[in-house]
């Protein structure tokens, strides 16, 4: 509507421009020098005008331009269209009027006379030719006016909206940029804390009851079987004894394969063996070992004990014997009752049974290589229970030979008591192994709840920022909430970015 007082004056302005030419046209002709000066005094005039009403136009135009871009964008193209349709009327009415004048004038020359016909001609032209340039100038400068008005206030709206639509483009970019940064930010640091504190707990619980289970199951299972196999092999020993007669009675029956010395010394070594296999570990234990460096007597089986200093070992010679002569005629002379026989027999076997103990301690007791004393095994547990009937004889060969005399219970218990004390021994040395690593587990332990509450400040730090650039991008979102946003596809175009499509 602030367009129409314009196109009034532009269309008066016309106006005024046409009835001037026109009265020019019809009015009485004096002379043409006066015609010429008056239609040339006239241009200029309405040149002036026309240059002052589109100074005074240029003007308006500039104070409507401030009232609104979207307006004065309507208000412009219906002026120009405005402008343009009288102007070319007035081009239009102008030429129609000029060659009504032409016409005129030369139906005109034909009654005037000839000696004024030449001036009129000459006049004629003259008034043409103004009419045509000034036609020509109103022309090109409405053309000239409106092409720069066109051009300024199309480039001015094209700039100030690109402007307009970039500063908005990239400031909703920047808001969402930052609200994706931040909340990808906080569920990092939320979901790393979280997962960082729960591996910690579940670390520190695991670890701990790692360190537990394996403590108390080993301490439990280690005693208890020690205890359990001491329970057992004291249960057999009982029992063994118990069954000592019965087990004399069935000498007989092994009479015949043990009458050779050789099959019985075999014998013997392969049930000492067996036990040592059982009861011990492979390592725990030597088989035909030198013990005496400078003698070749090797002791069938020799159990390895540790020694003072770390690494050193001390063996224990272990031989077996068995004298089967002087028992068979033992228990011979006992079933018969023949007491001067038993008598003899039972001197005779115990003269045996220190010749194989002097035997052992002179061929195999060599301290430091070996222990101070050594074990005298008899493979029958008869044998063994004529030995221990005699009475101090077990004394007195462990007090001047160093020898142990044993059967193969009393074997298998002393053997049991070694593998429980190898065990404790082995455990004792894991404990200490355990305790060094709960108390490098400890200092460790420590440097972890710093390394995790420095952790906690950095944290708290970061979400204090966020919070801080959250209220930032509210203020700004309430701010930029009335702008129009672009399509992705224009914001990108405009501030160069990729597409959310092709950064995925």
């Not at 135009?61 to 269209?81: F, H, P, T, W």
């Not at 990092?188 to 199951?217: C, P």
């Not at 050789?262 to 063996?273: D, F």
């Not at 194989?356 to 050594?374: E, R, S």
């Amino acid at each position: 509507m602030a367009s129409l007082p314009l196109i009034l004056q532009i269309v008066t302005l016309a106006l005024v421009v046409t009835l001037g030419l026109l009265i020019l046209a019809f009015r009485p002709r004096q002379s043409a020098d006066t015609g010429g000066e008056v239609l040339r005094s006239e241009a200029d005039r309405i040149r002036s005008h026309v240059s002052e009403e589109m100074r005074g136009l240029r003007q308006e135009i500039s104070e409507a331009l401030r009232g609104g871009q979207d307006s004065l964008e309507k208000r412009l193209d219906a002026g120009v269209e405005a402008i343009r349709t009288p102007i070319t009327a007035i081009g239009q009415k102008l030429d129609a009027d000029m060659k009504k004048l032409s016409e005129e004038a030369a139906s005109q020359r034909d009654t005037m006379r000839a000696a004024v016909e030449a001036k009129l001609d000459a006049t004629d032209k003259r008034l043409v030719d103004a009419a045509r340039e000034t036609r020509e100038a109103l022309a090109a400068s409405f053309k000239e006016t409106r092409e720069s008005l066109t051009e300024t206030l199309s480039g001015l709206g094209t700039h100030q909206k690109e402007r307009l639509d970039k500063l908005l483009s990239a400031l909703d970019m920047l808001i969402e940029k930052q609200g994706q940064a931040a909340e990808a930010l906080r569920q990092t640091v939320e979901g790393r804390l979280d997962k960082l504190r729960q591996e910690n707990s579940e670390k520190l619980d695991e670890m701990r009851k790692t360190v537990d289970e394996k403590l108390q199951t080993e301490l439990e299972k280690r005693l208890g079987e020690s205890f359990r196999t001491v329970s057992e092999q004291l249960d057999r020993v009982h029992k063994g004894l118990g069954e000592m007669q019965t087990l004399a009675t069935g000498v007989g029956d092994l009479k015949k394969v043990l009458s050779n010395v050789k099959t019985r010394g075999i014998l013997g070594e392969v049930q000492l063996g067996m036990l040592l296999d059982q009861m011990l570990a492979p390592n725990q234990y030597a088989t035909n070992t030198l013990v005496k460096p400078e003698t070749n007597d090797r002791v069938e089986f020799a159990i390895r004990l540790p020694g003072r200093d770390e690494g050193d070992e001390i063996l224990m010679p272990v031989d077996s014997k068995f004298p089967q002569e002087d028992y068979l005629r033992l228990v011979e002379a006992s079933e018969r009752g023949d007491v001067e026989a038993m008598k003899l027999a039972s001197d005779a076997l115990e003269v045996r049974v220190k010749a194989c103990a002097k035997d052992i301690h002179d061929k195999y007791i060599c301290p430091p290589h070996t222990t101070d004393y050594a074990i005298l095994f008899l493979p029958t547990e008869g044998l063994f229970a004529e030995v221990v009937r005699r009475p101090g004889l077990m004394e007195q060969i462990q007090r001047d030979y160093h020898v142990s005399i044993a059967g193969p219970t009393t074997l298998t218990a002393q053997l049991s008591a070694f593998s429980m004390g190898f065990r404790s021994l082995a455990l004792q040395k894991r404990s200490g192994e355990v305790w060094k690593l709960l108390s490098a587990v400890q200092g460790e332990f420590a440097s972890h709840g710093k390394v995790v509450e420095t952790l906690k400040k950095q944290l708290s730090a970061a979400t204090n920022t966020i919070d801080k650039l959250g209220t930032r991008t509210n203020v700004m979102n309430r701010k930029l909430r009335e702008v129009e946003a672009l399509p992705a596809e224009e914001t990108a175009e405009i501030l160069g970015l990729p597409l959310p499509d092709d950064m995925e």
